[in-house]
């Protein structure tokens, strides 16, 4: 197996190669609005086609992806397995409250957990009785400074605090505003003509969190106060069974 180093920096360990594209290749695929080529996926990840597919035969083997009968590749359910001991606790809590949110409003809901400059969807609830939901699917990832979810991620803590976790990365006055009404709102930031409301969730020992509900921005459902209100709700019922405690 081929491995990589940082010659900038003599105490970086070796990092394999290999294993960094094969994550890499499911992270595509995650990211895709649908199954991909093997050709597609080799271009996306800047390799020959013949290491992509021998890439792709060891995630098929151990069940992380699959080819259809067209040939085309998409996830597999052994990433649900995985995924289900991601933030276990966290999920449990939340699932009842995404199901009310989404089933109430009629949008989608879901958590969405702080990965350093992404934010990464961990769960989501689609409503059962709509048809003009806005998808949003687990493993999904979007910029940390785009949307409400990261805003309300980053309200969590003071000016103060972020600076000295983050400092690299500015203070948005949006995360400040966010912080004194309890939600926070976006439009268009992660995608033109969608929508997002998201409230923090502080848990001790639990990655940095937030409850989020997306919709189209011409059908928003209610005004923006009243879903930032009930999706606060929702997320200090998460803290609450969690053991968590409101630091706003």
Not at 75 to 104: C, F, H, I, W, Y
Not at 196 to 218: D, K, M
């Amino acid at each position: 197996m081929s491995t990589q180093t940082d010659s900038t920096n003599p105490l970086a360990k070796p990092a394999s190669q290999t294993l960094s594209r094969g994550l890499r290749m499911l992270e595509v695929l995650a990211e895709a609005s649908g199954p991909l080529t093997i050709a597609e996926l080799a271009a996306e990840l800047g390799l020959h086609r013949s290491i992509a597919y021998r890439i792709l035969r060891t995630l098929e083997e151990h069940n992380l992806a699959h080819r259809g009968h067209s040939g085309a590749v998409e996830l597999a359910p052994g990433l649900a397995v995985l995924a289900r001991g991601v933030q276990r606790d966290l999920q449990s809590a939340a699932l009842p409250e995404l199901t009310a949110l989404a089933n109430e409003l009629g949008v989608s809901a879901f958590l969405a957990v702080w990965d350093h400059r992404d934010c990464i969807t961990l769960v989501t609830v689609e409503p059962r009785h709509s048809s003009a939901a806005v998808i949003q699917r687990p493993g999904s990832r979007h910029a940390f400074t785009r949307g409400a979810p990261g805003i309300a991620i980053q309200s969590s803590h003071t000016a103060e605090e972020w600076a000295a976790r983050m400092p690299e990365e500015p203070y948005r006055e949006a995360a400040a505003e966010a912080r004194r009404r309890g939600y926070a709102s976006s439009h268009d930031e992660v995608i033109p003509g969608v929508s997002s409301v998201a409230s923090p969730v502080i848990v001790p020992g639990q990655l940095p969190a937030s409850v989020a509900i997306v919709y189209p921005t011409a059908t928003g459902p209610l005004p923006a106060a009243k879903l930032g209100d009930r999706v606060s709700l929702a997320a200090r019922t998460i803290e609450r069974s969690l053991g968590g405690t409101s630091q706003r």
